[in-house]
């Protein structure tokens, strides 16, 4: 078993929709929580970075973390076209090794 | 500010041959991190940089690949020689220190045939 579980998708939504990107951990020690966003053929970027439990907010995205069910999610409210990418959720160990997720390919058709 | 320059950017190579990749991280970022991801998967660490030391290489398959942060600025990754299996883009990417943000450059596509 991984220790970061992702559905890879494709998940494909109408534009204006509300996306649920998320992601499983089985590693007590992860304490920061990351989605970063690849564009095909880019390399990944930093979108949203959380330590704990609770809700972040940030324009159009919000980064959920519940610890106690080990489960962290990414909302998209009104999506565009320009979201369609990978996402892909990172955690931090206790030895400050970023462990990444497979990744959840998204398209946002108009 | 200029990010995490990789060069190149696509690789074409027979099996056997060697290959190198380079990179230049953020100016002023102490720590160089080499990634490999394969097609559909996450990035998976090869190699950690502090300034010129390399601290994590447990993942970095030595007999074959080989890595340097000479001056502990920019960074090669070596291969040699090349599988079939080595297909895949390598991600530099680079942070202040090991506990911040990570920044990654675009990437090296490599294919052997």
């Known amino acids: 078993q991984k220790e970061v579980e992702q559905d890879p998708g494709p998940l494909s939504v109408p534009e204006g929709a509300i996306v649920s990107l998320n992601c499983t951990y089985s590693?007590?020690?992860?304490?920061?929580f990351m989605w970063y966003r690849q564009y095909s053929r880019k390399g990944p970027e930093l979108l949203m970075y959380?330590?704990?439990?609770g809700n972040k907010e940030d324009g159009r995205f919000t980064a959920q973390v519940d610890k106690s069910s080990k489960y962290i999610s990414l909302f998209i409210r009104d999506s565009q076209p320009s979201d369609s990418a990978t996402y892909l959720c990172?955690?931090?160990?206790?030895?400050?090794?970023?462990?990444f997720g497979t990744g959840t390919r998204l398209q946002v058709f108009p | 500010e200029a990010g995490v320059v990789q060069s190149p950017r696509y690789k074409i190579i027979e099996k056997k041959q060697p290959v190198a990749f380079w990179c230049n991280p953020i100016?002023?970022?102490?720590?160089l991190y080499w990634y490999l991801q394969n097609l559909g998967q996450g990035p998976e660490l090869l190699i950690r940089?502090?300034?010129?030391?390399?601290?994590?290489d447990s993942q970095l398959p030595k007999d074959r690949f080989s890595a340097e942060r000479l001056k502990g600025v920019d960074s090669t990754l070596k291969i040699q020689p090349a599988e079939l299996g080595d297909s895949a883009v390598y991600l530099c990417?680079?942070?202040?220190?090991?506990?911040?943000?990570?920044?990654f450059g675009a990437g090296t596509r490599l294919s052997v045939l």
């Open positions: 990417a680079s942070s202040f220190s090991q506990a911040d943000i990570q920044y």
């Open positions: 590693n007590s020690a992860f304490q920061y």
């Open positions: 959380t330590y704990s439990s």
């Open positions: 990172a955690m931090r160990d206790n030895t400050d090794k970023l462990i």
């Open positions: 100016s002023g970022h102490n720590t």
């Open positions: 940089y502090e300034n010129e030391e390399a601290v994590d």
